[in-house]
């Protein structure tokens, strides 16, 4: 049973260093209220805290604003093996947005020049960035006395990429330090800390090569859509800004594809394990924690063991080669790939081909994309009956494939 925060602990912390701690939500421009949620959309929850995106607290005689993304850290709870934890890492963050600049001070220095200090701390075991936005002058200090501030803007920022979809560090809180409640002498940002080289590092190492790139274009070409359709933009697009990782966290889940496959391959005619549920443990809507898929157990041994066994000889051999006709040829329509052709992921029986493992089945919407993963299907399927007496059939069928 998982545990989740007491956001009410959360706000007691706050409050227990400063009585003076009240809600105090601050006036929003209209391009902020495009990313920030209406308090209609604010619920209580049973431990008597707000599952809010971000609560907004000011401390008045600091002058100080904090935001608090209370259902980021309500996630970090939610991981956590006991209500302890979760009790411990509110009055451990609590500490930290009361009293950034020592955080920084205790913590490592990732970054330090005119316009930022970047700090990364550990808080019970799990690591963050603070991120300082330093003045470069006086007169810099004047220009952003009324801006919306670089930690605010981040800490929007973020929000709205994990609900399109885009990966970005987890933000946890932004501190805003303003008098006469507007004029602004600073701020802070703090965030997960994401695990990982930056790009320009992998690229470097080698750790991306050829075979990647294309999936890496991929991304890149869903970020510049959003931006276009939002009318946005990064502004500091240099390639340490990113870090790829092919096992993305919002990625659509191996559970899914299997589900969806199941059923569209039923619906085409192809036989398959009927399809029951998927299971889907999901941070924030987007980020995924693992998966599971459900489906009835089809009978029969696999074509492996058919073969090995004798159960399928060179008399039945045409008809399962017409099954698999079938099955390339409706990949082909579709664009789409299986992406794990080996035979024992299949099972033959009353002349009917049932396809199992459809974890790596997938369309593209890219003509190129589809080819190659055909190929690869047809490769692998080729390499099943090497130097078995079923091999110059195969090649023959192939042929025509």
């Known amino acids: 049973m998982k545990t989740l925060l007491n956001t009410l602990a959360l706000a007691n912390a706050l409050t227990a260093f400063e009585a003076s701690l009240t809600p105090d939500e601050e006036p929003l421009t209209p391009d902020e209220e495009s990313l920030t949620p209406s308090k209609e959309s604010l619920s209580p929850d049973e431990d008597g805290g707000v599952n809010a995106a971000a609560d907004c607290y000011r401390q008045s005689e600091k002058k100080a604003y904090f935001a608090v993304d209370l259902a980021a850290i309500t996630e970090l709870g939610a991981r956590a093996p006991a209500q302890a934890f979760s009790q411990q890492f509110a009055a451990s963050l609590a ?48 220009t952003r006395l009324w801006r919306t501030t670089r930690a605010r803007r981040s800490f929007d920022a973020s929000r709205w990429l994990l609900q399109n979809g885009i990966l970005t560090a987890m933000p946890l809180a932004f501190i805003e330090n303003r008098s006469f409640g507007a004029l ?55 390639i340490s800004n990113f870090i790829y990782q092919s096992n993305r966290l919002w990625r659509t889940t191996r559970a899914r594809r299997s589900f969806d496959a199941a059923r569209w391959l039923l619906q085409n005619g192809i036989l398959t394990a009927m399809p029951l549920a998927f299971i889907e443990n999901r941070s924030l809507g ?9 489906s009835l157990c089809h009978p029969g041994d696999n074509l492996l063991r058919q073969l090995q066994t004798g159960d399928i000889n060179q008399h039945d051999f045409p008809a399962l080669l017409a099954e698999f006709d079938r099955l390339f040829a409706l990949l082909r329509r579709a664009n789409a790939a299986h992406g794990d052709m080996k035979i ?18 997938q369309p593209y919407k890219r003509a190129w994309q589809a080819k190659r993963a055909y190929r690869k299907d047809v ?23």
């Open 286 to 294: 987007a980020l995924n924690h693992g998966a599971y898929y459900l």
């Open 379 to 401: 490769e692998r399927f080729r390499r099943n009956w090497a130097g078995s007496e079923f091999e110059g059939a195969v090649e023959a069928f192939l042929d025509d494939v």
């Open 184 to 238: 602004n002498h600073g701020a802070y940002y703090l965030s997960l800390c994401h695990p990982g080289d930056n790009l320009l590092r992998q690229l470097q190492t080698g750790d991306i090569n050829q075979h990647d790139f294309p999936a890496l274009l991929a991304e890149f070409d869903r970020l510049f859509g959003l931006l276009r359709r939002a009318n946005a933009a990064h502004g500091d697009m240099k």
């Open 344 to 361: 024992s992921n299949f099972i033959y029986q009353s002349n009917r081909l049932c396809v199992l493992d459809l974890d790596a089945m």
């Open 95 to 142: 500490g930290v947005l009361q009293n950034p600049d020592a955080a920084i001070q205790a913590g490592e220095i990732i970054k330090h020049d005119r316009t930022t200090t970047v700090a990364k701390i550990t808080l019970n075991g799990i690591a963050l960035v603070i991120k300082r936005y330093n003045r470069k002058s006086r007169l810099h200090g004047f």
